[in-house]
């Protein structure tokens, strides 16, 4: 094979790579900010719950209610406990680096307590999901 033909060769690799590189579209880059945690719950007077929540990286929790407290297990985990009137919907939200990855966070239910005695209760029924908030 001479030089020529294998510059030609070369040349062609070369204008067919930037071809298939051209359509593609770039990564879009992450979007950092807060993802609701929320209860689903078959009581109507639970007092207080431990969860964690687990995924990727995890920056911080938030949470309405003012008796919040918060451990961090890892980067990637975080148990809370929440003490109130809790019902149905957004207990708590997490600070990610990408709400788009939502679905790759998990809540799990440890303990849940009664709102008038704080006695135990099974956690059957319980579902914690982690969710993008919606956009306005």
Avoid: H, K
Wanted: aromatic fraction near 6%; include cysteine; hydrophobic fraction near 45%.
């Amino acid at each position: 094979m001479t030089a020529r033909r294998v510059a030609a060769m070369l040349a062609g690799l070369t204008l067919a790579g930037g071809l298939v590189t051209c359509g593609s579209e770039p990564a879009a880059p992450p979007t950092p900010g807060w993802v609701n945690v929320r209860l689903t719950t078959p009581n109507l007077d639970d007092g207080g719950i431990l969860f964690t929540v687990t995924g990727a990286q995890i920056d911080s929790v938030r949470s309405t209610f003012p008796n919040t407290f918060l451990r961090r297990e890892s980067a990637s985990s975080m148990r809370v406990v929440i003490v109130g009137n809790l019902v149905a919907g957004t207990v708590a939200q997490v600070l990610v680096p990408d709400v788009r990855q939502a679905a790759t966070y998990a809540g799990t239910v440890v303990e849940v307590a009664v709102r008038s005695t704080f006695a135990q209760r099974p956690t059957a029924g319980y579902v914690l999901t982690v969710e993008q908030p919606p956009t306005p």
